[in-house]
């Protein structure tokens, strides 16, 4: 099945706490990106990935990392998680960008404390 | 003034009625995306437009790309059309992929 899985789905964690949130694609996509989400405001961009080492800030990057070493996978990395990181978010994918369709993962809600 | 703009931002409706949810952007544009954001929180992708009009099933969008708008309108609504429908806009640059979001439309049917 055609699908953009992430991991964890849920996670607690405390301030400082270096963590990293999955995303996997089965597509052969090129373009991976994440958001997080926050009521009142929306979707907003995070990281995009256009292809396997090429990366790329959207509207809110500071304070999360990327890699895209392969293809299929673009993990989010939080080094020093903060409380107004406590967000859901959402990893997506796409052939190739910018005239296609998202396929958008299951979400992750994380809580910062 | 946010980028992009949506109304109404809630829609309460009695299931067959036709529904109207609005986009406006304030940029230049190559492509516009709407999302359906089921209540359970998974986002699903509707349509990608870069101009003209495009139907799928019950769901019909439209894009204006001189007066900076688009429309995504349900036919015969039914309660599993409620959810939050969002739209997304991409720039003009080639090479810049940047999405940018509307806050979305919450959309209800009523039996």
């Known amino acids: 099945e055609a699908q953009v899985t992430q991991n964890p789905r849920y996670l607690i964690t405390v301030t400082g706490k270096k963590l990293t949130v999955t995303c996997s694609q089965n597509?052969?996509?090129?373009?991976m990106s994440w958001y997080r989400q926050d009521p009142g405001l929306g979707l907003r961009q995070i990281y995009y990935?256009?292809?396997?080492?090429?990366?790329d800030k959207g509207d809110v990057p500071e304070g999360y990392k990327v890699s895209r070493k392969e293809k299929r996978n673009f993990p989010l990395i939080l080094e020093s998680p903060s409380p107004n990181q406590t967000s859901l978010y959402f990893c997506?994918?796409?052939?190739?960008?910018?005239?296609?369709?998202?396929?958008f993962g299951p979400g992750t809600r994380l809580t910062v404390l | 003034k946010n980028e992009v703009e949506q109304s109404p931002q809630n829609l309460t409706a009695q299931e067959g009625e036709f529904i109207t949810i609005n986009c406006s952007y304030s940029v230049g544009i190559s492509a516009l995306h709407w999302l359906q954001q089921h209540p359970g929180g998974g986002i699903v992708s509707l349509f990608m437009l870069s101009s003209g009009k495009k139907k799928h099933g019950r769901l019909i969008a439209t894009i204006n790309i001189q007066e900076k708008h688009s429309s995504l309108h349900i036919t015969a609504s039914h309660p599993r059309d409620s959810a939050v429908y969002i739209c997304a806009v991409l720039g003009l640059n080639f090479g810049n992929e940047k999405l940018t979001f509307g806050t979305g439309t919450r959309l209800t049917i009523i039996p």
């Open positions: 597509m052969n996509h090129e373009y």
């Open positions: 997506a994918s796409s052939l190739s960008g910018r005239y296609n369709e998202q396929f």
């Open positions: 990935s256009m292809n396997v080492e090429v990366t």
